[in-house]
DNA sequence: ACAAATTTAGACACTCTTGTCTAATTCGTC
DNA sequence: GACGAATTAGACAAGAGTGTCTAAATTTGT
């Protein structure tokens, strides 16, 4: 086993874009087709290599799919991470920065082709490989839910927010940004970026109703225009 | 095509009886299995009758799917309507009546067998069949979301809520309400019962302190010590 | 330009599944 | 008990998909 150094000339760079360009096209086939249904040729024809790379590479459909999930985890988590990097310690503008943060969370991380792909596999495949998904489930939420509860702590701590939970507010701050999205969400669709905006100032609003310390001026505005017509 | 009165006695009891078996079992398969993956023999083997009598019954495989799908919307959408109707119109104590509304729902609605195997299908196989999920969500979401904002109306107009747009308080309170509950959905489980009830407590507990007009003075006990523990 | 490694296309055996057909059997009803 | 309808078991053809194999073509590094 080599060790490659720099991440662009030693290896064989055909070899690792191949690898990447087929575990790319047999996450949008699993999607699409579930596993059952995903046909390796399909895979193939899409990723534009021959059948037989494919099984070089992965030996096997059922290597392939486990390849695939634990790609799109690592990626999904690596956004998540970066994008909770974003999240506001010290506000200036409480509702817009929150705002802020939860469009780039929607569109960076839940929306964005892994994301999408990654919530399919795990709603579609998730009973049928306890092991794989409970791989998943430490990895992924399990790391991120604390991470964002410690950014509302840290907040309340700050005298931005009167929460006595974080865990709690965390987890309702995500229900209520993605509250409006929930159907489109259901049928593996993407919501439009208005969409996600309004669901996300919509959330934001009943949270600082819900949590907010003093009400921010800049409240209501012509809100409800939209939302009813 | 006879017209059967009583529902009992007249049509062949043991036919119509086989073929709701067929139905149930098919549901549970295409879940498990998704539909590319669920196998004829096992649904005919589960149901407790031969292969040839499911097509008799339904033709065809895909035919077969489409029965379970529109049973599944049926059987869901009347426990959605029959849970509407408990909704407190003029609550005693609202906290209390709207966590137990909430617990309705998701128990009879939503974490039984139907309501999680009507999920499980839309979120594999919506993709693939466009219409005959455009018409579930005419018949389902188009429906009911319009019942419950209207409740939820009725009770701001009531002087219990202060609400602005009755849409959006609908689906902020389900999506908090469901807050805790989103990872085990996503991974097709049904979550415990006193699971159900601290989620619905908690984002209960939110929804008026957003909405709310009079604090309820039974408010915050004894709450967050279960959450992080 | 040469040699090694990788990729390719195609054929292939094998398994699994769908949907049909037939003959025997069971069930409900008179 | 007898009749007709429904159900059953099993065989069957047809098709599709997986994974293997081989020989030719291509790419890569030296």
Excluded at 209 to 227: C, D, I, M
Aim: glycine share 8%; aromatic share 8%.
């Amino acid at each position: 086993m080599k060790l490659h150094v720099s991440p662009d000339t030693f290896p064989p760079r055909g070899h690792e874009a191949k690898r990447l360009s087929i575990v790319d096209s047999a996450a949008a086939v699993f999607c699409r087709e579930g596993f059952a249904g995903a046909n390796i040729d399909l895979i193939a024809a899409e990723a534009g290599v021959s059948r037989q790379t494919i099984y070089n590479h992965h030996g096997d459909k059922e290597k392939l799919f486990v390849a695939v999930v634990r790609d799109l985890t690592e990626r999904c988590n690596a956004g998540i991470f970066a994008t909770i990097a974003t999240f506001p310690d010290q506000p200036k503008d409480l509702e817009a920065d929150l705002i802020g943060f939860a469009v780039r969370l929607n569109q960076n991380c839940i929306c964005n082709r892994d994301g999408k792909f990654l919530r399919k596999l795990i709603q579609t495949e998730g009973e049928r490989y306890p092991e794989l998904f409970a791989e998943w489930r430490e990895q992924g939420p399990g790391r991120t839910w604390p991470a964002i509860a410690a950014r509302f702590a840290r907040l309340a701590y700050g005298g931005y927010l009167a929460i006595e939970d974080p865990d709690v507010a965390a987890r309702q701050f995500l229900g209520l940004v993605n509250a409006e999205l929930q159907t489109t969400f259901m049928l593996g669709g993407s919501p439009r970026e208005d969409e996600v905006l309004q669901s996300a100032t919509n959330g934001v609003r009943t949270f600082l109703r819900a949590f907010g310390k003093r009400r921010s001026a800049t409240s209501v505005e012509k809100q409800g225009a939209l939302a009813s017509a």
